[in-house]
Structures are given as structure tokens and as C-alpha cells.
């Protein structure tokens, strides 16, 4: 295949996902990587916990009976932090910090897992444990208040006839903008390098035909410096000068949405946009599992999302 291929890939570095490579070191699955959009691991742990808050084992009283291998108690932020230090030392994880997937698809009997630098990582196995707290990336300038509710990070909100502009240069980008040519005779797709370089080839030339087709307008090669308010309508202000009034800005710059990851992926869900899974955590997709708060309908905590590994690595060491 040319890229080095792993037994199993884990997507995200939380509790979840280090549960699963640990339970699987204990069973004899050594080649795994581990991928972590964040700078360090836990990324939740530290971003939404406040210093010093006590993180219990039984969260807000619902008994969990451990399973596996860790040993996890109650304690505060920061013991949890420890604990999790050395064990990622312990067990010697192979972990890539600030790699953000993208995508997840089936190539012949392997998953092929991109992430937003265009790095391509093979693997037989997949467990998917980024937490039902994924979030798209936002920009680096504010979004005014009266605005916000026609500032989007999916297509969820888009109206048929805005006038719309799509920020990024992905797939998810890409996949926007063409989709929106379906209900609007005005999208414009601005990414701020001069060409696309993470976008797959039939991604590429559907978008060439697009703007052929004058389905699709391009800006390429321009930032955006910030976003005011006219008239109910979005200013867009370029890093040229330019101004540019919109109905609607999506952006896709990277980060990920759980539910539709989920579904790019192959993935089945319910109504409520959770995974529909079997007894051992698998999707409708074989071999490719879902582990944490995602794999919950509610009240998600640090101990089931151990349990959850230990039981998806016996899934994948078939014990």
C-alpha cells in the first residue's frame, strides 16, 4: 500500500481512547496509533475541568464496576491527569499530537484514515473516541453577536437561495460548497492558500466543473481579516480590502462534528445522531469501533469509557 499499516488506530487521545490501547497491549496488540487533534492528551480533562475539581469515579452517583486493567479512583483534575501520564509512559503509546482526521474510509479489506495536513496512516482495526464534545474549529477573529445564528460550521441551517461562502480548503469544504449549488445560484468557496492540496481527486474535479459550470465562484489566495454586520447580512472584509456582503458563512477549517463524522464514515445512526453499535462497541462498518461518551445515549463518564475499550480491544484480539 506504500504507508505502513497498523493493527489498530485509535481517534483520540481521551480516556476512551486510551483505555482501548492499553487493554490491547495486555492482549498482544502492540501496533497501534493512537491520533490526537489536540496538543497533549485528555484534552476535555484540561480544557473544561477547572483546577483542583474532584473527578469521581461513580459520575453524579452511577455505580461503574471497572473491568479492565486501570486502575482508576477518584481524585481531582489533576491526579486524573497524572494517572494517565504514566500510563501512556508505562505501556510506551505511540501517540500523534495535533492530528486532526478528516476522513475515514475502506480501502479493499483496510481503513484509510487522512487528517486535515494530508498525512495518510493505514490500519485492519479503527476505534473512534473522540467524545461526544468534538467541535469544529473556529476562526481567529470574533463573530459579532448579531450574526452568530447565520455563522454555521455544517449545513444544517442553510436556506434554499442564500447567498453563501464556504472558508476552507479540505474535502469538508469542498463537499459544502457543491452541496449548496443545489439550492443556491450564489456560493463562493475562499480558502486562503493559492491551491487545494488535501482534497481528494474526485472531490477536485467535481469542484473544476462546478466553476466551469458557473455553479461556483472561487477566492483563493485571500484571508479573512474579520466579520461585521449590515443590515442583517454578513460583511465579509478580505485581507486586501475587499468587502463582500453574505447571507450565510459555513466554515470548514478543520475540527470535527460527531454526528457528521459519523456519517461520512458509513456510518449508521439513530435519530438522535448517536452510532448504532452491537454488544462489542462496533458499528454497522466491520472492524471499525466507537468508544465513550459517543457510544452512550447520556450520562457518558470517565470509568464506562474504560470499560468500553477493555471490551473493544477483546473484540479485536478475538478473546
Do not use: C
Not at 462546478?210 to 442583517?232: F, H, P, Y
Not at 485581507?239 to 475540527?255: K, M, N
Amino acid at each position: 500500500m506504500g504507508n505502513r499499516t497498523y493493527e489498530l488506530i485509535v481517534i483520540g487521545g481521551g480516556p476512551g481512547g486510551l483505555a482501548t490501547a492499553i487493554e490491547g497491549r495486555y492482549l498482544g496488540i502492540s501496533d497501534t496509533l493512537i491520533l490526537e487533534k489536540g496538543h497533549s492528551h485528555s484534552m476535555t480533562i484540561r480544557d473544561y475541568y477547572k483546577d483542583g475539581k474532584r473527578v469521581d469515579k461513580d459520575w453524579k452517583g452511577a455505580k461503574v464496576d471497572l473491568v479492565g486493567n486501570i486502575q482508576f479512583t477518584d481524585g481531582t483534575k489533576e491526579t486524573t491527569l497524572e494517572l494517565f501520564d504514566h500510563l501512556i509512559t508505562e505501556h510506551q503509546l505511540d501517540i500523534k499530537y495535533r492530528s486532526d482526521v478528516e476522513a475515514i474510509s475502506r480501502v479493499d479489506n483496510y481503513f484509510r484514515v487522512l487528517d486535515t495536513s494530508g498525512n495518510v496512516y493505514f490500519a485492519k482495526n479503527v476505534v473512534i473516541a473522540i467524545g461526544s464534545m468534538g467541535k469544529p474549529n473556529k476562526p481567529d477573529y470574533p463573530i459579532p453577536a448579531k450574526i452568530k445564528k447565520v455563522v454555521n460550521f455544517n449545513l444544517e441551517k442553510a436556506q434554499k437561495g442564500e447567498k453563501f461562502l464556504v472558508v476552507g480548503g479540505g474535502n469538508s469544504a469542498v463537499e459544502y460548497a457543491l452541496e449548496l449549488t443545489n439550492i443556491s445560484n450564489d456560493v463562493t468557496l475562499t480558502y486562503r492558500r493559492g491551491r487545494f492540496t488535501r482534497v481528494n481527486p474526485e472531490n477536485l474535479h467535481n469542484l473544476d466543473i462546478a466553476v466551469q459550470d458557473g455553479k461556483l465562484k472561487l477566492r483563493t489566495a485571500t484571508d479573512i481579516k474579520m466579520l461585521s454586520e449590515e443590515n442583517g447580512k454578513i460583511v465579509v472584509h478580505y485581507q486586501h480590502g475587499e468587502l463582500e456582503s453574505y447571507d450565510r458563512v459555513i466554515y470548514a477549517i478543520g475540527g470535527v462534528v460527531p454526528k457528521e463524522f459519523l456519517k461520512k464514515s458509513g456510518i449508521e445512526i439513530d435519530s438522535k445522531g448517536k452510532p448504532i453499535l452491537d454488544s462489542n462497541f462496533q458499528t454497522s462498518v466491520k472492524n471499525l469501533y466507537v468508544v465513550g461518551d459517543l457510544a452512550v445515549q447520556s450520562g457518558g463518564s470517565i470509568a464506562l469509557a474504560l470499560n468500553h475499550g477493555y471490551y473493544v480491544a477483546k473484540a479485536i484480539a478475538n478473546v
